[in-house]
C-alpha cells in the first residue's frame, strides 16, 4: 500500500511476516472463535472481534514491558498510561509532538499492521477515525466503565457480551505459547495478535459493518492496553478469599 513510513530501527526488529508468525495469528483466531461460540456453532461477530481486540491490547501493554502484569501490586482493571504503551500502538510517531497520522503509524505497531493487513482491499483508511481522538476518548473514560469492560461508541446492539480483561486473562497462556512458537521477543507480543485481530476484521466483513467493527476493535484495544490486567497474583489472592 505504501502509506506507511518505516523508521530508522525497523530493520533491526524481528520479521513480523514470518511463516511462523502467521501460523501464530491464525491459531489464535481459531482459539477466539472457539471461545465466543454458542451451543449451536454461533459464532456472535462482535464478541470474536473483542475477544481479539482484548488479547492485542493487553499484549500492546506486555510488550512496552512497563511492568510484570503477573505481579504486579496494582489493582486490576485500574487506568495505566505511558508513552512506551503508544509507541507499541501506534509508533514512534506518538512522541513527535505532532497529532498523531494514520499515514505516519509504524509499520510494527498495533494500527500499523491492521493498516497494512485490511486497507484498501477490506476496510477504507477512513475507517480509522483520527488517532487523536481515539486517544483522547479513551484517556477520558478510563475508569468509566464496569469492572474490566471498555467504553466504546458503537451502538447498544454491538456492544460485546464478554468482558475483554477477563477473556484476556483466560487465553494469556496460549498468547504466551503462540509468541514463543512464533519466535517473537515479549517487546513484539502484540504482532501475532494484531494479525490475527486482521484475520478477524476480515472474517467478520459480511456479518458487521466494517466502520463498526474497526471501531470496536481499535476502542477494545487501546482501552485493554491502558488499563492493568488481571494478574495471576490477583486472581489466586480472589480464589483463596472466596474459597475461605
Known sequence: MGILRRSDDVGRTPAIDSPAVLTASTRLAELAILRVKDGRGGVRAEDYITVLAALTGEAALVAAELFDIETTPM???AGVFGDGINVVLTGDVILTGDKPDIEKVRPDSVVGILVE?????????EAFRPLDALYA???AN??????????TSVAEEHQP???PLQVAF??????DALQSDAGLPRTHRHVICARALATGLKETKAALDVTVAV????EVVFGMAKMVPMSKTAFDKVAKERAG
Open 117 to 125: 493487513e485490511l486497507v484498501p482491499a477490506w476496510v477504507p483508511l
Open 142 to 151: 478510563v475508569g468509566k466503565a464496569p469492572w474490566g469492560q471498555v467504553t
Open 170 to 175: 483466560e487465553l494469556r497462556a496460549a498468547v
Open 215 to 218: 471501531t470496536l476493535a481499535l
Open 161 to 163: 457480551h464478554v468482558i
Open 75 to 77: 489493582t486490576p482493571g
Open 137 to 139: 476518548s479513551v484517556a
